[in-house]
């Protein structure tokens, strides 16, 4: 398994000049510092080979770090300060206690050896030959060793125990905690994790490497993962026995350097590096896993790359990430972070579609699994085309020749990669011509008066932009309208089971564990048997509307015509005599209000921000997709169900209408939820998609701070509207209060005050300013900027 290849190593050179003669110190006395300046030589091991001390990484300052000292790299391969660089002037010092402390210029301090007490026993201190940094007692007892901090790397002769971790950096560059973490868990498995960047805490585990079962039982065992001073590493139990080899060397480690190292793009390398050979290059004997284009393929994660991007796996070097044509990197300094388009969306309004002005730009060998919203088989490719070109949504057509297939898939594309192995052609969608992008879609009520000028310039520019594409678009359709329409008769048929209503008795045993009641309808659970024992929740509609038999078509029509990760699915219904049933998905996970309000603590941020984003999109695919636009009117916790995954997934069309874009109001039926309600349903104004928005905006809030609403044993009256007080917070800039004991939302607080902004878009009382579900779906993402909201006053006035 041993693959020797051998690159240049760009991403482990260190670009700047480093410490030049390194003296040794068999011994590091008492009271002895190194300062953090350019010329400061380090603390050397006798041979020389591996030295400790600080090296200038950047202008943002020193890494305190231990290094192979000997080749012209200076490979570092253990760090004590990634996260928090030393400006110049800092120094490390063994103190008269035997303590190793950073003292960083600023008066800040950090003990690096971890004992706080005074008299810690240690006799001495040495940098070793094998890369090991200790702090002895009189008898030659390690007290403390760098080899038990491990950073990134790990050398010969070093071992990592259970619950050791190893971080990948941030980049070749950056020695902060990265994506990606490794660990040896106690049942003897080598897991390789991404981690909700920036915690520390672990999201999604893309590699495993699993002991051999051996007979003996493994409940006591002390598995370790050795790196023997032969250069092999592999990972034995308490007996000492060999349980799995993770990478066997004949490389000698007399002639060789070796290390492994949990790379920053989320590879676990082992290298060697030729000894007395001042002119070679660190070389790759083993790299795990295989491929992480494919294997770090997370259900619809942004992959090894991030969102948009697409994934290139080079056995010989880093892994690399490039952009679809026509897109750009997010964040040009930070590749892995994604792409997004460098063009302007194609447009969803019914009046303009756009189709002609977009075009297709084929990649071969290039796939973005998981994530498609739609599929259609058997199919022509030009079919394939032109259903996607008819969809704004569809940001790309995958289309596989061999068996006439089609998929449409939507921003974000998950998963991306390009790979030899993956035979068929991905149709990217593309603005034809050299458009740019849209300026921010909300105007913030204060830069607006401040900038009149910009305003009527963008205005002119704008109006010029919406004739021509007017002009363009009204040419186009006339043209094409003959094509159009025979292209949307090639629908294929949906594909709904039909029950009978004796087949549904059986299978919730004559209706029997309620799952739900709503207004209209009650909810139980089943299991098919004909289908393999799947569950399902049959929902079983009311007199009321048993006796409208076109609501219960339209219903089904409706919601079999939708097909989004984000909507709970529709597998069949029943319509038989009087009885009206429908038979979804069955979500294992319970309802979004479980989730929030059910446990003890707040369940984890990132999982929320997930479920937000996935509702936004879930919302914005009924609100946009262009053959019928679904408005919910009941959007609320109790109608976000969870599936395995905890993906967020909107149920219950049971008030949902089915309106024609152009007809607005359909009901003088109070409909919905108080509290989630928009102000229109009582103004007697239209009520439209913007009403969902509303919905949505105090949903968000609900999960952001994972409180309801409305809690009427609130503390301070103040408190009790949960809008209301997260705006007086948002004003006085103190959200804080309302993110105590939650670490990870304090962490990733701009994420957190960004989503509060939207939400407060979202409440806006006059429908007009609120955002359209797309444009929160974009805001959420970070593709459009989100402006300073107005105070969505009168929030409740009846
Ligand atoms: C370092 O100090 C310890 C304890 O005083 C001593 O045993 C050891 O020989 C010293 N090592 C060297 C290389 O001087
Ligand atoms: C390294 O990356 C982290 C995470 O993006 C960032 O906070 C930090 O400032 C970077 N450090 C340097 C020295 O660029
Ligand atoms: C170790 O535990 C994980 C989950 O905790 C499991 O998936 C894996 O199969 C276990 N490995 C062994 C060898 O038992
Ligand atoms: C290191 O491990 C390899 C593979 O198990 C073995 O052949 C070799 O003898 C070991 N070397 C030492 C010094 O234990
Ligand atoms: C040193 O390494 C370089 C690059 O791997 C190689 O081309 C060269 O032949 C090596 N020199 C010796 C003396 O081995
Ligand atoms: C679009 O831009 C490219 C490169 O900037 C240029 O080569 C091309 O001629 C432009 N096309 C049009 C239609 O302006």
Redesign the pocket.
């Known amino acids: 398994m041993a693959f020797k290849l051998l690159y240049a190593s760009s991403f482990l050179l260190l670009l700047l000049p480093i410490p030049t003669i390194a003296q040794t110190y068999p011994n590091i006395s008492f009271g002895s510092s190194l300062s953090a300046q350019e010329d400061s030589s380090p603390w050397a091991s006798p041979s020389g080979e591996f030295a400790f001390g600080f090296r200038k990484l950047s202008n943002d300052g020193f890494i305190l770090a231990i290094w192979f000292d000997k080749i012209p790299e200076k490979t570092i391969v253990w760090s004590a300060n990634g996260n928090n660089l030393a400006p110049k002037g800092s120094t490390v010092e063994l103190n008269t206690f035997g303590q190793l402390v950073l003292n960083y210029a600023s008066g800040e301090q950090t003990l690096i050896s971890h004992d706080q007490s005074k008299d810690t026993g240690v006799a001495y201190a040495a940098m070793l030959d094998t890369g090991n940094f200790v702090l002895a007692d009189q008898d030659s007892n390690n007290l403390w060793e760098s080899f038990d901090q491990p950073t990134d790397t790990i050398l010969p002769t070093q071992t990592l125990s259970i619950g050791s971790v190893l971080f990948a950096p941030y980049t070749a560059t950056n020695y902060s905690k990265g994506r990606f973490q490794l660990t040896l868990?106690s049942?003897?498995?080598v897991v390789l994790y991404t981690t909700n960047f920036p915690l520390d805490s672990t999201n999604f585990p893309y590699k495993?490497i699993?002991?051999i079962?051996s007979n003996s039982v493994d409940a006591d065992s002390a598995f370790q993962v050795i790196f023997n001073q032969s250069g092999s590493i592999y990972v034995t139990d308490s007996k000492g026995n060999i349980r799995t080899i993770v990478s066997d060397t004949t490389v000698s480690v007399q002639d060789f350097y070796h290390r492994a190292t949990f790379d920053y793009d989320g590879v676990f390398r082992h290298y060697t590096y030729p000894k007395n050979n001042g002119s070679s290059v660190w070389s790759t004997l083993l790299f795990i896993p295989k491929n992480i284009c494919w294997e770090l393929k997370e259900e619809t994660g942004g992959g090894a790359c991030g969102f948009n991007s697409i994934c290139k796996q080079d056995p010989k070097g880093p892994t690399t990430c490039e952009c679809p044509k026509n897109y750009m990197f997010i964040d040009p300094n930070d590749e892995r972070k994604g792409c997004k388009q460098n063009f302007l969306p194609q447009s969803c309004e019914e009046a303009s579609p756009e189709t002609d002005l977009f075009g297709f730009q084929a990649m071969l060998n290039t796939d973005w699994p998981n994530g498609d919203y739609e599929h259609f088989q058997p199919v022509t490719e030009e079919w394939c085309k032109q259903i996607c070109l008819s969809d704004c949504f569809c940001a790309i057509a995958i289309y596989d020749g061999s068996r006439s297939d089609c998929w449409k898939k939507g921003i974000p594309l998950s998963n991306g990669r390009m790979d030899l192995s993956v035979g068929w052609t991905s149709l990217v969608k593309i603005r034809l011509g050299n458009s740019t992008r849209r300026p921010l879609a909300i105007p913030d009520a204060k830069t607006q008066r401040s900038s009149n000028l910009t305003l009527i310039g963008s205005v002119l520019m704008l109006i010029v932009t919406y004739l021509v594409v007017a002009i363009i678009t009204y040419v186009v359709v006339s043209r094409s309208y003959s094509r159009k329409a025979k292209v949307s008769d090639l629908y294929p048929v949906i594909n709904l089971k039909c029950f009978t209503y004796l087949e549904l008795k059986l299978a919730t045993s004559g209706f029997k564990e309620v799952l739900g009641r709503g207004a209209f309808a009650t909810v139980y659970k089943g299991v098919l048997a004909s289908d393999k024992g799947k569950l399902v929740a049959v929902k079983r509609l009311d007199t009321v509307v048993r006796e409208n038999d076109w609501e219960f078509k339209a219903e089904v029509s409706a919601i079999g015509g939708t097909n989004h990760r984000n909507l709970v699915k529709l597998q069949g219904f029943c319509n038989e005599g009087q009885h009206r049933i429908l038979v979804y998905e069955f979500m294992s996970n319970g309802s979004l209000a479980g989730f929030l309000f059910g446990g003890e603590s707040r369940p984890s941020w990132y999982r929320r921000r997930d479920i937000a984003l996935g509702t936004a999109r879930g919302l914005s695919y009924l609100h946009g997709e262009c053959s019928s636009q679904i408005i919910h009117c009941d959007i609320k916790p109790q109608n976000i169900l969870l599936d395995d995954s905890f993906t967020a997934r909107i149920a219950d069309f049971g008030v949902a209408k089915l309106l024609k874009t152009d007809q607005t109001r359909t009901t003088t039926r109070f409909r919905g939820t108080k509290g989630y309600v928009a102000p229109e349903w009582y103004k007697s104004l239209p009520v439209t998609v913007k009403a969902d928005v509303y919905s949505y905006g105090v949903l968000l809030l609900e999960i952001i701070f994972c409180r309801k609403n409305f809690e009427a044993d609130a503390e301070d009256e103040d408190q009790m509207i949960l809008a209301d007080w997260a705006y007086n917070c948002y004003k006085q800039q103190k959200l804080h209060l309302l993110l105590q004991n939650d670490d990870d939302a304090i962490d990733d607080f701009k994420t957190v005050e960004k989503y509060v902004m939207i939400s407060f878009w979202c409440i806006q009382e006059d429908p007009s300013m609120r955002p359209t579900m797309k444009i929160v779906t974009q805001m959420l993402e970070g593709i459009v900027e989100v402006s300073v909201p107005q105070n969505p006053s009168s929030l409740y006035a009846i």
């Open positions: 868990e049942n003897g498995s495993r699993e002991p079962t």
